[in-house]
């Protein structure tokens, strides 16, 4: 059995797909394109599996719109068309798509809701940044937020993601001093077991790029999750269970 192979089973689900856009399951881990270290990515399983799955000769399209960091797992969207890849990129553009994570924070937030406002500056090869003031470099970075349960060890909360800027939500609640769990590099006290974050992006909302339906695309709960939530469902949260099944074969 080799990676592509686990697409389109429990474990591992397809969310979504018809002629122009593809949403898979990210796994915490795997890396949404090619990047430095060189590991196959969401991206290169994505166009093997349609390549092998439709008899495609050639090299297969498949647009990248948006990202998810490598330690976040969740709803990823992929378009099979040029043509839907320039709509729905200006759906993100304008601000009419809806994301939605979930993500469970140290310590209780003590708010059953509230909004986020910063001026965030990316540094290149280092984490960002929030400056107290609009900078030429900085981009303006908002999320509302509600609570769902917390505790004094933590908080579940969801949050509907305004902007879409580089670690937006790692580093906002990281500056109101409730960092994401196992987010080390922005000041949670101890990692994950597999060094993942207990950040999940659990929806997006988008309309169609080619009949204009609004359609709402959702990943379940991964089992891991820390926080009994009812919903969990039988997939994995990192990509290194997957790795280690390939290599058992």
């Not at 280092?126 to 970075?141: D, L, P, Q, R």
Request: net charge positive.
């Amino acid at each position: 059995m080799i990676i592509k192979d686990y697409l389109f089973t429990p474990e591992w689900p397809v969310l979504y797909m018809d002629n122009h856009l593809f949403a898979l399951y990210k796994p915490a881990g795997l890396p949404v394109q090619g990047d430095e270290s060189g590991d196959i990515s969401l991206l290169d399983i994505g166009k093997l599996w349609l390549k092998e799955k439709f008899n495609k000769p050639g090299n297969v399209f498949l647009g990248l719109v948006h990202r998810l960091d490598r330690p976040v797992a969740g709803v990823m969207l992929f378009c099979r068309t040029s043509k839907a890849a320039g709509r729905i990129s200006e759906q993100i553009r304008s601000r009419e798509i809806n994301k939605t994570y979930i993500a469970v924070l140290e310590g209780d937030i003590g708010m059953e809701s509230g909004r986020l406002f910063n001026h965030i500056e990316r540094i290149p090869g280092k984490s960002s940044i929030i400056v107290k003031a609009k900078t030429k470099n900085s981009s303006e970075a908002s999320l509302c937020f509600k609570t769902i349960e917390s505790s004094q060890s933590g908080s579940l909360v969801e949050i509907d993601l305004e902007t879409g800027r580089h670690h937006q939500i790692r580093i906002q609640f990281a500056c109101i001093g409730h960092p994401v769990k196992g987010d080390l590099r922005y000041g949670a006290p101890k990692p994950m077991p597999e060094k993942q974050i207990a950040l999940f992006a659990r929806s997006l909302e988008i309309d169609h790029p080619i009949t204009g339906e609004r359609l709402l695309i959702e990943a379940p709960i991964p089992s891991g999750w820390p926080w009994k939530m009812g919903n969990k469902e039988d997939i994995f949260w990192n990509w290194s269970e997957i790795k280690s099944k390939i290599k058992a074969c």
